[in-house]
């Protein structure tokens, strides 16, 4: 213990060593204060007393104190904690944001939030509920109203039919998604992911104590599964099989012949359940179109569909997801989500119910942010297009594009070094052309990088010339 510590102690513990005032010492060596229940005039004798009393109270005082040992603290972590990787996505948008806060230009195009502010009709069903006071915990699988909606939604656009017991509101899709996870794996199954994936799907299995294995898919098949390599990666291990269309961070979308060729692989597997993730399922290019897993024959028993409000209603703050699915792997959801979180928000709720009465799909609203996101993609295929040794798939979906620059990897950059992979490209690109980009390798392939078009059409143009002319200075390495 620091000596001006126990200085301080011992100063307190002789203040308050009058008549009248007792100090003992405790186990943790430090002075406590009572009072004593009457107050006298001492004599000269009693008052020698008294400082001989005292003075052996501070000598306790400071013998407890100097024998006190601080023991270490144990500060190993679960090794279910250390066994996950933080989000890249996460941290590169924190990092570019930090730039900016200094004074560096940089231009993020690293998370995937839409530049959209949230429909008006959205945002003022959100006030009103604060202004009439729906501002209290509502049930935790959400509220009756919002599920009836979502049940609606799901029949009318999606051709799969739930009733409000089979749908749980949370804090977010990816809450859904996690939940989904821990309710359905055990220690030592399988969870299939297929590469790219979006960054927390391997480490969600991770937390559930499951093994993520994963199949890779390659550009020039637009990044879209081959059921044979699927069907000799399955097992009696394999537990559960993630889905994403459209895809983070590709754009593919799984036209309906595809997936129907993946379930009747899942169907040669017990064991073996779906999860979904649709969020991105609005945001979709013609002549591309969604199909839900769930509406496929045999599929509904065994899929787990999750979606949101964020990235379709550029909601992404109001924090509101939902899933889908069989009544008993719901209730699992929903005991985890009940000592995790409880509910969620009242007021992104009554939100979210105005969402979904916006017709069919967002009607207007959702329709002018899809149109905005694709005259964004074309732009970006077409300059990236001419770019020497870049690879492109056309995204379908989403508002990403996963850019094979591969060939510029082995390159030197003055000042700079070697650049190896996708992460040292992506540093060189927010050193050098400062744009934040999310390297490949974060969702499972090093080949590439992800780009997020979510942002206007001027910064997206300022990037790309900025990408460019920080590319001139390497020479593609491979020819394409």
Not at 52 to 80: C, G, K, Y
Not at 136 to 147: F, I, Q, V, W
């Amino acid at each position: 213990m620091a000596a001006s510590s126990i200085h301080s102690r011992i100063s307190i513990a002789s203040r308050y060593h009058s008549p009248g005032f007792d100090v003992s010492s405790c186990s943790d060596g430090i002075g406590s204060l009572s009072f004593s229940s009457r107050l006298t005039n001492p004599s000269l004798k009693s008052l020698e007393r008294t400082k001989l009393v005292q003075m052996h109270r501070v000598n306790a005082v400071i013998r407890s104190i100097s024998n006190f040992e601080q023991t270490e603290v144990d500060i190993s972590l679960s090794p279910r904690v250390n066994s996950v990787n933080p989000s890249k996505t996460v941290a590169i948008t924190d990092k570019a944001v930090a730039l900016v806060q200094a004074g560096v230009p940089v231009i993020a195009l690293a998370a995937g939030e839409p530049d959209f502010d949230t429909p008006a009709v959205i945002a003022e069903a959100g006030i009103n509920a604060i202004r009439e006071g729906y501002t209290r915990y509502t049930p935790n699988a959400g509220t009756l109203e919002l599920r009836s909606a979502i049940c609606h939604k799901l029949k009318e656009e999606n051709g799969i039919s739930y009733t409000p017991d089979q749908i749980l509101v949370s804090n977010g899709a990816k809450q859904s998604i996690l939940q989904s996870v821990l309710a359905v794996c055990s220690p030592g199954d399988e969870v299939i992911i297929l590469a790219p994936y979006w960054v927390s799907y391997p480490e969600m299995a991770r937390l559930a104590d499951a093994t993520p294995v994963i199949i890779p898919t390659d550009i020039s098949k637009d990044f879209l599964l081959d059921p044979k390599l699927l069907e000799s990666k399955l097992s009696e291990k394999s537990r559960l099989l993630i889905l994403c269309s459209p895809s983070n961070p590709t754009g593919s979308v799984y036209p309906r012949k595809l997936l129907e060729e993946i379930a009747r692989i899942v169907a040669k597997h017990p064991r073996l359940l779906v999860l979904s993730d649709e969020i991105y399922e609005h945001i979709i290019y013609a002549p591309a179109t969604h199909t839900s897993f769930a509406s496929l024959p045999g599929m509904w028993e065994r899929t787990l569909t999750v979606n949101g409000f964020s990235k379709a209603f550029a909601m992404t703050g109001w924090r509101l997801g939902y899933l889908a699915g069989p009544k008993h792997f719901i209730a699992a959801c929903g005991k985890i989500q009940s000592q995790l979180t409880s509910g969620a928000s009242s007021i992104s709720q009554k939100a979210g119910v105005a969402a979904l009465g916006l017709g069919y799909a967002g009607g207007e609203a959702v329709s002018t942010m899809v149109k905005a996101f694709e005259e964004r993609r074309d732009y970006l295929v077409k300059s990236f297009g001419e770019l020497e040794g870049a690879k492109i798939s056309k995204p379908q979906g989403a508002f990403y594009l996963f850019l094979d620059l591969s060939s510029y990897y082995g390159a030197e950059a003055e000042g700079f070094g070697m650049i190896k992979n996708s992460e040292s490209l992506c540093r060189y690109l927010l050193e050098e052309a400062q744009v934040a980009l999310v390297p490949g390798e974060a969702f499972g392939d090093d080949r590439c990088i992800r780009i997020s078009y979510a942002t206007s059409p001027s910064t997206l143009r300022a990037a790309v010339e900025r990408i460019k002319k920080a590319l001139v200075l390497l020479k593609p390495t491979v020819r394409v």
